[in-house]
């Protein structure tokens, strides 16, 4: 088994920054990618951002590329989401992932609790 638990959601305003971590225990070897992805109200749960586990690479979702910045600390065992030049449109509830394998909503193995960002206009 794999804990994930976030931090560091909140209220910024448009044009504002946070930075998202998730800290990850318990089984960690087993977990080849690590990430994060978002759900706004009424909408469906979708991708923000990956990384691997064990190297440095990353892949973003279109809507958050050059504005989002996915990284890991090995020592930390923690994965951060640092989010610049947010947008109204980013207000969701954000949820870390973890897989075994490649990161995609159907082979995400274990979710964190979510924390929310609100950005205002």
């Known amino acids: 088994q794999v804990q994930l638990v976030e931090s560091g959601g909140g209220l910024v305003q448009s044009g504002g920054s946070l930075r998202l971590s998730c800290a990850a225990s318990?089984?960690?070897?087993?977990?080849?990618?690590m990430g994060w992805f978002r759900q706004a109200p009424g909408k469906e749960r979708e991708f923000v951002a990956r990384?691997?586990?064990?190297?440095?690479?990353?892949y973003y979702a279109d809507s958050v590329k050059g504005r989002f910045t996915i990284s890991r600390d090995y020592a930390k065992n923690t994965v951060y989401l640092q989010m610049n030049s947010l947008k109204p449109e980013d207000t969701a509830v954000y949820y870390c992932?973890?897989?075994?394998?490649?990161?995609?909503?159907?082979?995400?193995?274990?979710w964190g609790q979510g924390t929310q960002v609100t950005v205002s206009s």
């Open positions: 990384i691997y586990w064990s190297g440095s690479s990353t």
């Open positions: 992932a973890a897989a075994r394998g490649q990161l995609t909503i159907a082979t995400v193995a274990y």
């Open positions: 318990g089984s960690i070897l087993s977990i080849n990618t």
